[in-house]
């Protein structure tokens, strides 16, 4: 079974396939190239959907399970779409210990959404991490590049509302 799949339709532009077909083409002589591969067309759609993981499948002449193998195993690679605001709560031992888990649930009953997935109007994406280096500020949140700490599931809702 595929997991993390998005469940947003995919919205390539023929710019970003053009893109990514070059690529393909400069590399499929050498197979091990397959994660620089993978890492370009990253870069180019903001993440690996399946219909990304085909064309390199194709292109590179690689099974897609192998394709696929490797964007799962790998926490580099996104099978779904970041939102405009990226939310992620670390749920490192610290942060965790200090109540993260609710404040993860409570993200996901307010966004209708589940971990590494994207609201279906693109504003919100929530991951969770392991630790992000702030333990001392236990339990921490960030969305994009802002830091927020000692929180509680009460704060939550007054963050979503500057975004």
């Known amino acids: 079974m595929l997991k993390n799949i998005s469940k947003l339709p995919f919205k390539g532009t023929k710019e970003q396939e053009e893109a990514l077909n070059k690529i393909i083409a400069d590399n499929k002589h050498d197979k091990s190239r397959l994660i620089s591969v993978m890492q370009e067309a990253q870069n180019i759609y903001g993440y690996l959907p399946i219909e990304v993981q085909k064309m390199i499948a194709d292109g590179m002449d690689i099974p897609l399970e192998k394709v696929y193998g490797v964007s799962t195993f790998y926490a580099q690679f996104s099978l779904s779409p970041k939102g405009e605001n990226n939310i992620s709560v670390c749920l490192g031992t610290a942060c965790y210990v200090k109540g993260s888990g609710n404040i993860f649930a409570k993200l996901q009953e307010i966004l209708g959404i ?50």
């Open 114 to 163: 589940s971990a590494e997935e994207c609201t279906p109007d693109g504003r919100f994406s929530l991951t969770a991490c392991r630790c992000i280096g702030a333990c001392g500020l236990a339990p921490v949140l960030t969305v994009n590049e802002d830091v927020y700490g000692r929180l509680t599931v009460d704060d939550v809702e007054g963050i979503l509302s500057k975004y």
